[in-house]
Nanobody, 117 residues
Framework: VQLQASGGGSVRAGGSLKLSCAAS???????????VAWYRQARGKQRELVAELTSSGTSNYKDSVEGRFTISKSNAKKTVYLQMNNLEPEDTAVYYCNVVTESRDLWGQGTQVTVSS
């Protein structure tokens, strides 16, 4: 089972990026019933939760990204997304996807997002 994250990059403040996290080796029913999330870790800081989408479909966001970031998933593609708009330099970090099924807690390898002012 593997999570492959992509979509990171370097943008100017105010720009947008869309992160993707594709799951492989996991059956559809497990993915569709999973809780998915994006975390980030800035240099010298602890990893923090950015956004989550619960198995019941409720989304929750870190206060500082509320209204700018949107988490979603495609069960058909077994992929988790994070649309990030109006990016700020404070959003600079390595972003990690997380998928929690009934029996597994999976992490992607991380993708770097750098926002310049």
């Amino acid at each position: 089972v593997q999570l492959q994250a992509s979509g990171g990059g370097s943008v100017r403040a105010g720009g947008s990026l869309k992160l993707s996290c594709a799951a492989s080796g996991i059956i559809w029913s497990s993915f569709s019933g999973s809780r998915v999330a994006w975390y980030r870790q800035a240099r010298g800081k602890q990893r923090e939760l950015v956004a989550e989408l619960t198995s019941s479909g409720t989304s929750n966001y870190k206060d500082s990204v509320e209204g700018r970031f949107t988490i979603s998933k495609s069960n058909a593609k077994k992929t988790v997304y994070l649309q990030m708009n109006n990016l700020e330099p404070e959003d600079t970090a390595v972003y990690y996807c997380n998928v929690v099924t009934e029996s597994r807690d999976l992490w992607g390898q991380g993708t770097q997002v750098t926002v310049s002012s």
